[in-house]
């Protein structure tokens, strides 16, 4: 079936009929969906309906219930099950939602292949946006050989009325509030214009008194963290919300959740919320027509344009929906222009009109009609070939050869593709057998198969992080001796993750900032800094040793090659900068994106988790990895606390998606554990902040020394006052490993405070200078970090 319906008309119920009736025959049903939350999302409902012990999840980061009767996994996992078991995988139906990603030109490649290979199982095809679904019609009937049922119907349960406003934004969404048709999603494509947008309208009465009384209420103690969390707040208790991808998923759920309470009347964001997340809206306003592709700026597609349209009107919500298309800035300014010039053909000549600011794409009503008219684009084919796709392939029982052809001769690619793909397969082909991971047979084998791999390949092979056994291997090359083990064990785990954009972008902008101040006191000139400025990038521990490992690694493992390594230091950096989450944000000016820098810290604690043995493990990275985990947990436990369930095996608590009310209290009193709770990650957040403050004394940094105590009586004149008699003795501070080793810090726990030394590291050895202070145990609890208040500096004395 491909179900090809509006948003709200039903299509999850379909989904679950589907479900049921494959389990009643005793059959499997996958359902894939294209990001980790909205998997989750389907996990829990699911669970609800058909109870923990029919359901199961499978997203690459940890699996529950794997042999349960309904899978929810991302269309990557389905799609390496499909390669390694072929036809004969144990599955009877597959439930694909969101199918418009099988266009997408990464990952696409996904979407394709379970409707290649599974060619016993009954497929449910389902989006709003699919556009001309003839071929997959037909390929469905030949492949299965069951007839295809296409549902289409351009007639939403809740119509939508369609406008082109040409006021300001902000009189735009005055007019709607006042004329009740919030809540209103105001859409952007940059994060930076959705906050902006938000702030500018926290002048607005957005909501009544009582209102905000039940918004407070319903908060109650959710903790906000410094810098956008305390922005968000006083947004959200304003009736005003914000959503998207950089947001810290605690942030994103709470915003969700007030707005599915109907407290939220305005929620400014990206099109984040136009990916399956159900949400009452009852107003979009689009407040452009272009977005910034990551390679150029464009027009939006239909396709892009109708899914997030669709946000707009829900069924049992509203009894119709709208959608506003802002015109642009120079447009309304021509016809603020025009209306002066009036009907004078003279005045109106003499009209200067505005064009585009440079850098855009222009549009205007005539674009607005087009898209509000067109249909969805036709999908087109995103295949790719792999090592780890013929591996699979290769792996599983019966003709490789066959199965290859049937891969690479009936896809969806034109025939021009089709041929490079059986370039590429052969190329690799060859250099597996070169390598002997592969070996050709003389004769089929008692599995039919007509070569094999040499190797074993573990269970989840391609299925969680694709380098995580050359990390493994790469692990091996370390001296467990050395000072810097532990962070070099976590420089090869960083450097098979996934690269943070906007974190490497920071890291590398200061780089050369500090590169340049530097080649000015040098002397050198600007053409002949500019020209050095090219090789300063983000920091990159252990890249050469890294790329000679993963070179010799590829020779017996070439299917590693499918995948870049990244050497990068994001963890490593925060670790050794001696910061907070929060300060660590603030530095690199990453308020916009820290659910993003936490979502790499939390892949970072997993990855070091799962694939550093304990044999692997000294006390400094053991230190290391409770300090990770525990850093990410108190920022927000949600990225860790199912995982560590499901890891475990533990059932995971349901969400209350009937009652975002009652969800909205739960969310806002669920904390994490005391973070002194966990004493050795808590004694590594104590050794950091003390730590902080002797490399800002090393640089001489009185100011921000200053900032950091002077709730504790120490401004920046007494630090700098009290260094003084330790730099007439000593030149320097040094900030080396032994500085930072637990052997210069003295702590003795008491049950309320901790008294903490930090002696300083002198050139001389002498050890004569030290820092004291106090660690408020309470205060930590609910800060969810170490309290500080520095009580001393200066000669050590006897404890």
Known sequence: MILATPTGSGKSLVA??????????????????????????????????????RVGMMTGDASVNADADIICCTAEVLANLALRQGPEARIASVVMDEFHFYAEPDRGWAWQVPLLELRDAQFLLMSATLGDVTRFERDLTRRTGRPTAVITSAERPVPLHYEWVTTPVHETIEERLATHQAPIYVVHFSRAAAIEQAQALNSLRVCTREEKDQIADLIGNFRFAAGFGKVLSRLVRNGIGVHHAGMLPKYRRLVELLAQAGLLKIICGTDTLGVGINVPIRTVLFTSLSKYDGVKPRLLTAREFHQIAGRAGRAGYDSSGTVLVQAPDHVVANLKALAKAGDDPKKRRKVVRKKPPEGTVGYGEPTYERLISAPPEPLESS???????????????????TAMEQLLTDNDEPP????????????????????GVVERLDRPDDQGRLARLTVDLQADFALNQPLSPFALAAVDLLDQQSETYHLDALSVIESILENPRPVLSAQRSIARGEAVEAMKREGLDYEERMELLEDVTYPQPLAELLEVGYRAYARSHPWVLDHELAPKSVARDLFERSMTFTEYVAFYRLARAEGLVLRYLADAYKALRQTVPETKRTEALEDLIAWLGELVRQVDSSLLDEWEKLRQGDSVPLRGVADPEAELVAEADRRPPAVTTNVRAFTVLVRNALFRRVELAARRNWYELGELDRESGWNTARWESAMVDYFAEHTTIQTGANARGPALLIIDRQPATWQVRQILDDPEGDHDYSLTAEVDLAASDEAGEAVIRLTGVGRTASW
């Open 416 to 435: 021009k593709r089709r041929r490079k793909h059986v370039h590429d397969a052969l190329t690799i082909y060859r250099g597996l057998l070169q390598t």
């Open 383 to 401: 295949f790719a070939v792999t090592h780890a796709m013929i591996i699979n392939v290769i792996s599983r029982p019966g003709n490789c050869w």
């Open 16 to 53: 679950t009929g589907l479900e049921y009736a494959t389990a009643a025959q005793g059959g499997r049903t996958f359902y894939t969906a294209p990001i980790k939350a909205l998997v989750s999302e389907k996990f829990f409902a699911a669970t609800e309906i058909f109870g923990a012990e």
